[in-house]
């Protein structure tokens, strides 16, 4: 069987490691936040139906089927499929009465056009493969919200406190992609898929239980 690979950035890679922008829209003055003695977080997931003309596929909509892979493959490399996942979030915040509420809409998203898969491979194993890819993305955007909302996030650097932690939720998203892509040789070691697989989603289950 060749080699499945799933890539979780860019096809491209100048810009492989570059997360998405986060946006953040205050709707409240500055000097007025600052008066403010009480923060309170609101999460939200996009989770848009699923829109076979649009280009991005966002998680949980339903699982990834092979007619969602319709960029071109790659001449070059080993990889047999290519899933581009991402997450990202977008923030706003808003004054109400002595409490700042701070709404973030987490977005964990599935790129049509920079995914690909050579003819032959097209199996439920290899799809498998690439789906737990998408999986992976989604943990990760959870574990971000949970170390958010551990913060003693401040008046005056919420914005900042969060984009770092951001930052660092996307790092952890590549090691993971790679360290599952290594250890189950893009696919090939069926024992070390099983193995993450079950991982997977012992912690999905786990994260699904919190708040």
Not at 6 to 21: E, F, H, M, Q, R
Not at 52 to 80: H, M, N, Q, V
Not at 134 to 146: E, N, P, S
Request: glycine share 4%; net charge negative.
């Amino acid at each position: 069987m060749l080699p499945v690979a799933g890539l979780y950035g860019s096809p491209d890679p100048a810009i492989n490691d570059t997360p998405c922008k986060p946006t953040f829209n205050d709707a409240s003055p500055a000097s007025v936040v600052k008066d403010t003695p009480i923060i309170k977080l609101v999460f939200t997931m996009d989770s848009r139906p699923d829109d076979p003309e649009a280009d991005t596929l966002f998680y949980p909509a339903r699982k990834l089927r092979w007619t969602d892979f319709r960029g071109t493959p790659s001449l070059r490399g080993p990889s047999a499929a290519v899933a581009f996942t991402s997450f990202a979030y977008e923030g706003r915040s808003r004054l109400q009465r002595d409490t700042l509420q701070i709404t973030l809409t987490l977005q964990v998203f599935f790129i049509r056009s920079a995914s690909w898969a050579r003819a032959g491979i097209m199996d439920s194993y290899a799809l498998g493969h690439e789906q737990l890819h998408f999986d992976i993305t989604y943990l990760v955007a959870q574990r971000f919200k949970q170390r958010i909302r551990s913060l003693a996030l401040t008046r005056d650097d919420y914005d900042s406190m969060i984009q770092y932690e951001y930052l660092e939720a996307f790092r952890e998203m590549n090691r993971l992609q790679e360290e599952y892509d290594g250890e189950t040789r893009n696919g090939v070691n069926a024992a070390a898929q099983q193995e993450w697989m079950t991982r997977v989603s012992r912690e999905l289950e786990a994260v699904k239980a919190l708040p």
